[in-house]
């Protein structure tokens, strides 16, 4: 099970870090990622992290100011997001694969959490 927390209200401009807690399992060897979807559109990449956490992936679209990280000790994963436009407003979803291969893939995952509401005001 993931379970994302840390989303809510925040004015342009401003932080809010994003956290991923798995249960039932370790993902300790598992790819993980985080995507999110906008009303009316189709879920998008954000970012993603090897198992090891040595590689990182990001959507052109959040480089420079999103930072993924995991706490494998604590089965937990984040995403730090600085310098938030009303654009990136969405439900965030923490996923989790088997495979750390494509994980700019939705399909690459196995499991995915209910996501969390980030809402960025203008």
């Known amino acids: 099970q993931l379970v994302e927390s840390g989303g809510g209200l925040v004015q342009a401009g401003g932080s809010l870090r994003l956290s991923c807690a798995a249960s039932?399992?370790?993902?300790?060897?598992?790819?993980m990622g985080w995507f999110r979807q906008a009303p009316g559109k189709e879920r998008e990449f954000v970012a993603a992290i090897n198992w090891s956490g040595d590689t990182t992936y990001y959507a052109d679209s959040v480089k420079g100011r999103f930072t993924i990280s995991r706490d494998n000790a604590k089965n937990t994963v984040y995403l730090q997001m600085n310098s938030l436009k009303p654009e990136d407003t969405a439900v965030y979803y923490c996923a989790a694969g088997r495979s750390s291969a494509r994980l700019w893939v939705g399909v690459s995952y196995d499991y995915w959490g209910r996501g969390t509401q980030v809402t960025v005001s203008s």
């Open positions: 039932g399992r370790t993902f300790s060897s598992y790819g």
